[in-house]
């Protein structure tokens, strides 16, 4: 089974100079080619009798090499994987475009122009000798990291990212299968606002909640920027500050819903979820901002893959299936319930329960179904 493997790299100042240099050539190469598709997609509408094909990739970089290497000697500095790997994107990415690719219930968006400090990465191919805490790559040399890294693998490509002040490189990797031991057959588990998962068997997880930890500080610094001159030093000085404490908050969401994942994986045998509709539930604006910060999307992400691995069975519930609004005891289902209701009272048995509890119950006895019918 094929994992990303990403980790950070320990720089000196040359060598944050020169991954700078790939990530600004590779972004200068996307940003060209992005001009030039424009370019003659204008013209094909103006003059539509007399169209020019829309280029390909390797065309691009063609092109590239002749008009753009020539003119910028700074392009021999870097390795030539750099903006070629750019333009694949581009072309990607419009393909996507034209194709109408739907992310997330949306259809992909016209291709953007890159900006200098946002999300700046670029990729290599080639040969590349991996030790301890040591990774040669082609042009750039050899790479320290804070991690050791995983030995014994092939690595044929890899990307080099910069978040923040901070530089990282992701490769994948091939990963054994793991069947681990499982303490619970089948568990149900309900996510929520108030805690990030309620499970069948009554265990509940609170959510790491980290940008509400730290929104008056990120507002505070936010505000202190707003004055600056905008590509002054200060300015940029203020703008990683800003970005260190956006990936510390990430960090913390990541880390809580990675160790609920694993521990869910690897303990159940069956695990039963709901299919949530995120982009629906963000529209609602008083609740849009809980529910970002617990992070359901990359919650359901992360236990598909980790299902796999340790030999776990996800079950998908559909969205409209009434877990909040049954009772878990008799099974009559209410025809109401607001989001203020904590306690679930059951008007037929007298029945009552948390509830979330009694949601990821319902979860666990109709996965049990499911799974029975497979």
């Known amino acids: 089974m094929l994992l990303g493997f990403k980790t950070q790299l320990k720089l000196n100042n040359h060598q944050r100079e020169l991954l700078a240099k790939h990530a600004g050539t590779a972004r200068h190469a996307y940003n060209w080619g992005l001009a030039l598709c424009k370019q003659i997609l204008s013209h094909n509408q103006t003059f539509p009798d007399n169209k020019i094909k829309f280029p390909t990739a390797v065309e691009l970089h063609k092109w590239l090499n002749r008009l753009v290497k020539t003119e910028n000697q700074w392009y021999y500095e870097v390795s030539k994987c750099a903006p070629q790997q750019a333009l694949r994107n581009l072309r990607n990415a419009f393909s996507d475009f034209f194709s109408k690719k739907l992310i997330n219930g949306k259809p992909v968006g016209f291709p953007k122009f890159k900006k200098k400090y946002h999300h700046d990465s670029f990729y290599l191919d080639g040969r590349f000798q991996v030790d301890q805490f040591k990774i040669k790559v082609p042009v750039i040399g050899l790479l320290k990291t804070y991690e050791r890294l995983p030995q014994g693998v092939t690595v044929k490509n890899v990307t080099i990212s910069r978040q923040a002040d901070r530089w990282f490189i992701s490769f994948k990797i091939d990963t054994q299968l793991q069947n681990t031991p499982k303490v619970i057959e089948v568990v149900g588990v309900d996510l929520g606002v108030k805690s990030l998962a309620t499970l069948s068997t009554g265990e509940v997880f609170k959510g790491a909640k980290s940008y509400r930890k730290y929104e008056s500080l990120l507002s505070r610094m936010q505000r202190l920027n ?96 009434p877990s909040s609004k049954t009772c878990s005891n008799c099974g009559h289902k209410k025809e109401s319930l607001s989001l203020g209701e904590r306690v679930f009272n059951c008007g037929n048995c007298g029945f009552q329960i948390d509830r979330d509890l009694n949601a990821s119950i319902n979860l666990s006895q109709h996965g049990r179904q499911v799974s029975r019918h497979k």
């Open 226 to 321: 707003r004055h600056k001159i905008k590509g002054s030093q200060n300015y940029r000085k203020a703008q990683c500050q800003i970005a260190k404490l956006h990936q510390k908050i990430a960090n913390i969401r990541r880390d809580t819903l990675h160790k609920l994942t694993t521990y869910l994986a690897k303990n159940h045998g069956t695990v039963v979820i709901e299919d949530l509709n995120v982009s629906g539930m963000l529209a609602n604006r008083k609740l849009a901002k809980a529910i970002s910060d617990m992070g359901f999307y990359e919650f359901r992400r992360q236990l598909e893959y980790k299902s796999k691995l340790y030999g776990c069975e996800l079950v998908i519930i559909d969205r409209w299936f």
